[in-house]
Each structure stands twice: as C-alpha cells, then as structure tokens.
C-alpha cells in the first residue's frame, strides 16, 4: 500500500497555460523526486528536493519547477506548457535521500490541448 | 552516467508459461537494481530490488530476478504467468549512494494469452 498520494488524478490544460501538481509524501520522507512518463516510454527525472532545497535535476528547462513544504508535501509546477508536456507525471519519496528507499505515487495524467 | 537496456519492448506469453524479461545496465559504479511493475492507468509499484548480498532476489507476486555483475544484468523471471501478469513492467537503477536518482529502461510489455 503506497504512501504517497498525488493529486490531481487527471489534468487538462492548453498550450501556454501554467499546471501545479501536487504531493502527499509518506509520513517523515523529507526527500521527494519528481519523474514524467510520456507514453510507451521509462519516467524520466525531473528534480530532486531535500528538505526544502532542489538537490538535483535532470534534462528539463527552467519552466519546470518545484517546491517542497516541512508537512511532507511538495509541488511541481510548469510553466508555459507545450503539447509534449502530456505525460504521466510521478512523485516519489524517501528518507534521507536513501536511494533504495523510494515510495512512488500512482502519479497525475496531464494532457496539454 | 548509467543507462539501462530492456531488449524486448513486447512478450507476448500463453498462461502458465515461464517468462523471462531482459534487463542489462551500464555503469562504472556500483549500482542498486530494481524491477517496478505498472499496470494500465497506474503508478509504480515495486517488485524486488538488489542491493547487496545474494544475486538470487525474491519478490511479490511469484517473481524473482538475478544480478549477474559479469554480465552486467538483472532478468527477471516468473515460472507460471497469471493472466493478471499483463502489464508494463521497468527495470531501474540507481548509484548507491545517498541522493541518486533512478535511470529507467524503456519498459517491457508483458501479455499473457489465455
């Protein structure tokens, strides 16, 4: 049973506009990732946030951006959206950064028309 | 940096047939491995992870999978499929180290025949 709840479930938005999605780690992980999924492929990672502060990123520009909060949750936010910006979109957490340890969410599906 | 291979992109299998599902990484590191299952519509849900010890992991769900260092790959096997096996399923690793993010292979679909 996971931990971690993401919400929305499902997301529409059009081209240009600007998408929060949101986190609910599992109860006392203070590291979460960010990974999108676009269709028939491996998720991809975003960024990574430890107690508070990016703690690494991967091959994604500026638009895309996060926050996590001292209650365990945390936000993606994209800016400026494009068409290949529909993707699953997959939270995870962990302890510490522990790297065997990450819990993920069941993710949010966002379309951009 | 670590890349992970899965060379099959569909198997297709009958039910109650063995399955194995390829999976080969590359890194200069040691690494943490890992199979995670999806099925239609869903996240990810883990199946076994090897971070050490003996190369012979266990999971859920009747699956079980083998590192082999020399070979520099993580198969993951099942001896009878169930039709409920139909899904995408990834292989991931990670570095071992505090931080590291997960590299995901491009994701084998499983379906089972009837």
């Known amino acids: 049973e996971t931990g971690v709840t993401q919400s929305p479930t499902h997301l529409i938005k059009t081209r240009g506009q600007q998408v929060t999605l949101r986190c609910s780690s599992q109860?006392?992980?203070?590291?979460v990732s960010w990974y999108q999924q676009a269709l028939g492929q491996g998720p991809q990672f975003i960024f990574q946030y430890y107690r508070e502060e990016e703690n690494g990123r991967g091959n994604f520009p500026p638009r895309f951006s996060g926050l996590q909060f001292p209650n365990y949750s945390s936000e993606l936010n994209v800016n400026a959206l494009e068409l290949d910006d529909s993707a699953l979109y997959l939270c995870?957490?962990?302890?510490?950064?522990?790297?065997?340890?990450?819990?993920f969410g069941s993710g949010t599906r966002l379309t951009v028309v | 940096a670590q890349s992970v291979t899965q060379l099959d992109s569909q198997v297709p299998v009958f039910e109650e047939a063995p399955v194995e599902l390829r999976c080969n990484y590359s890194?200069?590191?040691?690494?943490?491995l890992f199979w995670y299952v999806q099925y239609p519509n869903q996240g990810l849900q883990l199946l076994l992870k090897y971070l050490s010890g003996s190369t012979l992991v266990k999971g859920i769900n009747g699956f079980e999978a083998e590192f082999n260092k020399s070979q520099t790959s993580f198969h993951l096997r099942k001896p009878s499929v169930h039709i409920s096996d139909t899904a995408e399923y990834f292989c991931?690793?990670?570095?071992?180290?505090?931080?590291?993010?997960?590299?995901f292979g491009p994701g084998t679909r499983l379906s089972v025949l009837p």
């Open positions: 109860s006392g992980h203070n590291t």
């Open positions: 890194s200069s590191v040691s690494v943490y």
């Open positions: 995870a957490s962990s302890l510490d950064r522990e790297s065997y340890g990450y819990t």
């Open positions: 991931a690793v990670t570095l071992d180290n505090y931080g590291q993010n997960f590299v």
